[in-house]
């Protein structure tokens, strides 16, 4: 199944028409097809930057835990910060990577509608569901601020930091929702791509 | 209350059936239901990082991390080998290979989706030369590829564990063992008779040096699930630290004994295991507030009260929660469903004298048909795009693979021994 929200590259009309016009007066580049690129790439380093926190917090876990089961067996020593600070990587890994799946489009879905209405409505639907997930990122931002206030008091007893530093999770994820409900708005409305 | 109940149901109904996707559904529902009770919107955040905050849920990472490890080293065709020298000489033989190979790595993967993207990848296109059609050799792949949820090590085994409590995942292992082999030789029965029927080919001849040597090749990734059952069963280590070991065997037996693949190429496995991990790290969270709120509502308390006022006959109830599972598991993601209906159904089934293990694995293979059911049906969407059959032909080509593995589900809930056997053997 195919998302609606594909993000393959595809040239867009107007970069079409851009590469058009230079063929034409090969000296003059089209301002509006380095705009685009340049968002592009913009959107590009933020994802890029998502994926390799992912990937460090992934084999963080496996090596801190790993760590923990040698620690017992070989030097009889289990560190207090291993179980807490594994997690701490699992809940920022959780909730980061969860951004990549939005963005591709991977997270499971009822395709029922899609048999019986017409892709009009579909259409529209989309655009609430679309909706949807902004508000739920708007109260992901506002509740995950609070709560990182809220625990700025506790300490997590393992790894001796503030609670605030795991809960900080919740609105640097709302923030990587927002940029990519942008770029997604970007692609459809000002690139035009369908 | 039963108002507050209702906008919880109805609003993650609603939103499921206008394709929301069912993530942001368990969340949206959440929070409009907190929104009416009036308590802190900070409680569903709360409860979305405590949902994931769970030791014994790392496992479930790692075991991802792990199968990908192994998948992109190519144990995979080392498997399809042992398979083929194994019950290759059979009557429809590449199908049964196809069968058997995902007992084999079931084992490895845990995972369904994994199994028939590794497995079918490889053996849809072979069998259509040697003149399956497409149809079948995807829906065999499909049906096989959930013996890996019942086959240990199994990520879904451990959050059902957490679900259920804390139950032993050792016992919980052992017990999906026989349940996934018995499911394998019931596919493999239905695919003898279809290819006799079909006059489907036999592929190899049976030759025992060729069987030790392809089992000599595969031997260091089966270590693997070694590594992880025996561990846990043993008691040596909890199955997250079995699955952190894993992951740093598979890392060595790939990139320095195997070496089918360069070390450039981990990025791209962590990659492929985060991709997995991302939808069913987060839907845990979204899932264990949504839960915390039907628990709140007392939601488990009045299911408990209408199914046993229905009947307290054991059958009976099982029957009922079976119905109701499967109907869950068509509609929504395994990992979701196991976390929302365990607390609801659990109690139900111990009142009336089921095993939590037993029902552990009666869920297991339910929700495991679920994978590959429309419209929620991650598996069926994998076997599609892979072979390129529409989700329609492909639903109606599975419909008697359906029926043995409902057949197989009602062997494993009416006969309690198939699943309880081996933990209380090895594990009293």
Same mark, same amino acid.
């Given at each position: 199944?195919?998302?609606?929200?594909?993000?393959?590259?595809?040239?867009?009309?107007?970069?079409?028409?851009?590469?058009?016009?230079?063929?034409? %007066?090969?000296? %003059?580049?089209?301002?509006?097809?380095?705009?685009?690129?340049?968002?592009?790439?913009?959107?590009?380093?933020?994802?890029?930057?998502?994926?390799?926190?992912?990937?460090?917090?992934?084999?963080? %876990?496996?090596?801190?835990?790993?760590?923990?089961?040698?620690?017992?067996?070989?030097?009889?020593?289990?560190?207090?910060?291993?179980?807490?600070?594994?997690?701490?990587?699992?809940?920022?890994?959780?909730?980061?990577?969860?951004?990549?799946?939005?963005?591709?489009?991977?997270?499971?879905?009822?395709?029922?509608?899609?048999?019986?209405?017409?892709?009009?409505?579909?259409?529209?639907?989309?655009?609430?569901?679309?909706?949807?997930?902004?508000?739920?990122?708007?109260?992901?931002?506002?509740?995950?601020?609070?709560?990182?206030?809220?625990?700025?008091?506790?300490?997590?007893?393992?790894?001796?930091?503030?609670?605030?530093?795991?809960?900080?999770?919740?609105?640097?994820?709302?923030?990587?929702?927002?940029?990519?409900?942008?770029?997604?708005?970007?692609?459809?409305?000002?690139?035009?791509?369908? | 209350?039963?108002?507050?109940?209702?906008?919880?149901?109805?609003?993650?109904?609603?939103?499921?059936?206008?394709?929301?996707?069912?993530?942001?559904?368990?969340? *949206?529902?959440?929070?409009?239901?907190?929104?009416?009770?009036?308590?802190?919107?900070?409680?569903?955040? %709360?409860?979305?990082?405590?949902?994931?905050?769970?030791?014994?849920?790392?496992?479930?990472?790692?075991?991802?991390?792990?199968?990908?490890?192994?998948?992109?080293?190519?144990?995979?065709?080392?498997?399809?080998?042992?398979?083929?020298?194994?019950?290759?000489?059979?009557?429809?033989?590449?199908?049964?290979?196809?069968?058997?190979?995902?007992?084999?790595?079931?084992?490895?993967?845990?995972?369904?989706?994994?199994?028939?993207?590794?497995?079918?990848?490889?053996?849809?296109?072979?069998?259509?030369?040697?003149?399956?059609?497409?149809?079948?050799?995807?829906?065999?792949?499909?049906?096989?590829?959930?013996?890996?949820?019942?086959?240990?090590?199994?990520?879904?085994?451990? *959050?059902?564990?957490?679900?259920?409590?804390?139950?032993?995942?050792?016992?919980?292992?052992?017990?999906?063992?026989?349940?996934?082999?018995?499911?394998?030789?019931?596919?493999?029965?239905?695919?003898?008779?279809?290819?006799?029927?079909?006059?489907?080919?036999?592929?190899?001849?049976?030759?025992?040096?060729?069987?030790?040597?392809?089992?000599?090749?595969?031997?260091?990734?089966?270590?693997?699930?070694?590594?992880?059952?025996?561990?846990?069963?043993?008691?040596?280590?909890?199955?997250?630290?079995?699955?952190?070991?894993?992951?740093?065997?598979?890392?060595?037996?790939?990139?320095?004994?195997?070496?089918?693949?360069?070390?450039?190429?981990?990025?791209?496995?962590?990659?492929?295991?985060?991709?997995?991990?991302?939808?069913?790290?987060?839907?845990?969270?979204?899932?264990?507030?949504?839960?915390?709120?039907?628990?709140?509502?007392?939601?488990?308390?009045?299911?408990?009260?209408?199914?046993?006022?229905?009947?307290?006959?054991?059958?009976?109830?099982?029957?009922?929660?079976?119905?109701?599972?499967?109907?869950?598991?068509?509609?929504?993601?395994?990992?979701?469903?196991?976390? *929302?209906?365990?607390?609801?159904?659990?109690?139900?089934?111990?009142?009336?004298?089921?095993?939590?293990?037993?029902?552990?694995? *009666?869920?297991?293979?339910?929700?495991?048909?679920?994978?590959?059911?429309?419209?929620?049906?991650?598996?069926?969407?994998?076997?599609?795009?892979?072979?390129?059959?529409?989700?329609?032909?492909?639903?109606?080509?599975?419909?008697?693979?359906?029926?043995?593995?409902?057949?197989?589900?009602?062997?494993?809930?009416?006969?309690?021994?198939?699943?309880?056997?081996?933990?209380?053997?090895?594990?009293?």
């Amino acid at each position: 199944m195919v998302d609606k929200f594909d993000l393959e590259e595809k040239p867009s009309k107007n970069a079409i028409k851009c590469k058009q016009k230079n063929e034409k %007066q090969s000296t %003059q580049p089209c301002i509006k097809t380095r705009l685009d690129k340049g968002v592009k790439s913009g959107f590009n380093i933020v994802t890029r930057i998502i994926e390799v926190s992912c990937q460090v917090l992934l084999v963080t %876990q496996v090596i801190i835990v790993f760590y923990v089961v040698l620690g017992r067996y070989l030097f009889h020593n289990t560190p207090a910060w291993g179980e807490e600070s594994a997690l701490f990587c699992m809940v920022w890994l959780a909730l980061l990577s969860s951004v990549l799946a939005f963005k591709e489009g991977r997270h499971l879905k009822m395709r029922v509608a899609d048999y019986f209405l017409p892709s009009k409505v579909i259409k529209y639907l989309e655009i609430i569901v679309f909706a949807g997930v902004i508000i739920f990122s708007i109260f992901l931002l506002l509740t995950g601020i609070s709560i990182t206030k809220l625990t700025a008091g506790n300490t997590m007893t393992g790894m001796r930091i503030k609670s605030s530093w795991l809960y900080l999770s919740v609105p640097v994820t709302s923030v990587a929702m927002f940029l990519v409900i942008i770029e997604k708005i970007y692609l459809r409305i000002v690139v035009g791509k369908e | 209350m039963t108002i507050a109940a209702i906008i919880l149901i109805g609003t993650f109904f609603f939103s499921i059936l206008i394709e929301v996707p069912i993530v942001y559904a368990l969340g *949206i529902s959440s929070i409009i239901t907190t929104i009416y009770l009036g308590l802190p919107l900070e409680t569903i955040v %709360q409860n979305m990082v405590k949902g994931i905050n769970v030791f014994a849920l790392l496992a479930v990472p790692f075991f991802i991390l792990a199968g990908e490890i192994m998948g992109a080293g190519g144990i995979a065709t080392k498997l399809i080998n042992l398979a083929r020298a194994l019950v290759g000489w059979m009557r429809g033989g590449l199908a049964m290979v196809n069968i058997l190979a995902s007992t084999f790595f079931g084992g490895i993967s845990g995972s369904s989706t994994a199994d028939t993207s590794a497995l079918g990848s490889i053996l849809i296109p072979s069998m259509k030369k040697e003149g399956y059609d497409g149809e079948f050799s995807t829906s065999i792949t499909m049906a096989s590829s959930v013996q890996a949820i019942l086959i240990p090590p199994s990520h879904n085994v451990i *959050i059902y564990s957490f679900a259920a409590g804390g139950l032993s995942v050792g016992r919980l292992f052992l017990g999906g063992l026989v349940p996934g082999v018995l499911l394998g030789i019931a596919l493999m029965i239905y695919t003898y008779f279809i290819s006799v029927k079909r006059n489907y080919p036999v592929s190899d001849k049976f030759d025992f040096k060729k069987a030790i040597i392809s089992f000599g090749d595969a031997f260091l990734g089966l270590v693997t699930v070694l590594i992880v059952v025996v561990g846990v069963v043993g008691g040596i280590f909890t199955a997250t630290e079995a699955a952190a070991a894993a992951c740093v065997y598979a890392f060595i037996i790939t990139f320095f004994v195997y070496r089918e693949i360069s070390i450039k190429e981990f990025p791209g496995i962590l990659m492929k295991a985060i991709k997995t991990t991302s939808i069913i790290m987060v839907l845990i969270g979204t899932s264990s507030a949504f839960g915390w709120l039907l628990a709140y509502l007392r939601g488990p308390k009045l299911i408990y009260d209408i199914i046993l006022g229905v009947s307290t006959n054991k059958a009976v109830v099982l029957l009922i929660i079976n119905i109701i599972l499967l109907f869950l598991g068509m509609i929504m993601d395994m990992s979701a469903d196991i976390l *929302i209906s365990t607390p609801v159904f659990l109690p139900i089934a111990m009142a009336v004298g089921i095993d939590p293990i037993h029902f552990g694995i *009666i869920m297991m293979l339910n929700l495991g048909i679920g994978l590959i059911t429309p419209p929620v049906g991650p598996t069926l969407f994998i076997g599609s795009s892979i072979s390129g059959i529409s989700i329609e032909k492909l639903s109606m080509s599975m419909i008697p693979l359906f029926i043995v593995m409902v057949v197989t589900l009602i062997f494993i809930t009416y006969i309690p021994g198939i699943v309880m056997l081996l933990p209380n053997l090895l594990i009293p």
